[in-house]
């Protein structure tokens, strides 16, 4: 079990320029999970996809921010330009579905903006 | 809106003895419950579960506890151990997505 994998570990770019982290979950989840967490805050749900097909997305995902999960295994997260807002904790996390499957998290990326 | 609130921002334990977080929420909706652990520079670690059939879960020295007509759950870890030093967070769930509290941070005085 190697667990999820997010890269890059940390971001840090100017205003106005576009950001794309990548997630790649436990193998065989068939659910990823993108999170945001701020400073003294919990992480904020943002998205999440079964397999390929994006099934909900928070009102916090603006339409500057767009995830993919085009085979249903790694997901990418793009952030078009960027504001100081968007300075954050990127946290993505998997589980294997079904009910009441505890979700696992990844390390997160770390987005500083300049 | 916090749909779940830890109030306690820190919480200090002597080792060996009881930790005891605590957590609210207000949507009855919410079906499945969780806490997870985190360190510096990590991501959230889920610790232990609990589904709204339940009013208790043990695992090891965790135990999770629910009151659903009070809203409330809690973690109890014993002993505690220095290494339980760490920032924890409850989440509730329902429709897949987690509403994560702030979160508490635990400090085990050796």
């Known amino acids: 079990d190697t667990g999820v994998s997010q890269n890059p570990r940390h971001k840090i770019t100017k205003r106005g320029q576009n950001v794309t982290f990548r997630c790649d979950p436990i193998s065989e989840h068939n659910r990823l999970y993108w999170y945001r967490q701020t400073l003294g805050q919990g992480p904020e749900f943002l998205t999440y996809?079964?397999?390929?097909?994006?099934?909900?997305k928070s009102r916090l995902l603006s339409d500057r921010f767009s995830a993919e999960r085009p085979k249903g295994s790694f997901s990418t997260l793009e952030i078009q330009r960027t504001e100081q807002g968007d300075s954050a904790m990127y946290l993505c996390?998997?589980?294997?579905?079904?009910?009441?499957?505890?979700?696992?998290f990844g390390d997160g990326t770390r987005l500083s903006i300049l | 809106d916090q749909q779940v609130k830890q109030n306690s921002p820190s919480l200090s334990v002597q080792e060996g003895r009881i930790s005891i977080l605590n957590c609210d929420y207000t949507n009855s909706m919410f079906d499945y419950f969780l806490w997870y652990k985190k360190y510096p520079a990590e991501g959230p670690t889920f610790l232990i579960s609990?589904?709204?059939?339940?009013d208790k879960n043990e695992d090891g020295r965790f135990t999770v506890f629910l009151n659903k007509s009070a809203k409330h759950l809690s973690l109890h870890i014993v002993p505690s151990q220095p290494g339980d030093s760490a920032v924890y967070f409850c989440a509730a769930g329902g429709n897949e997505k987690l509403t994560f509290g702030t979160g508490t941070r635990l400090t085990i005085i050796p």
């Open positions: 609990i589904s709204s059939i339940k």
């Open positions: 996390a998997s589980s294997p579905g079904g009910s009441y499957q505890p979700q696992h």
């Open positions: 996809f079964q397999n390929e097909a994006q099934l909900e």
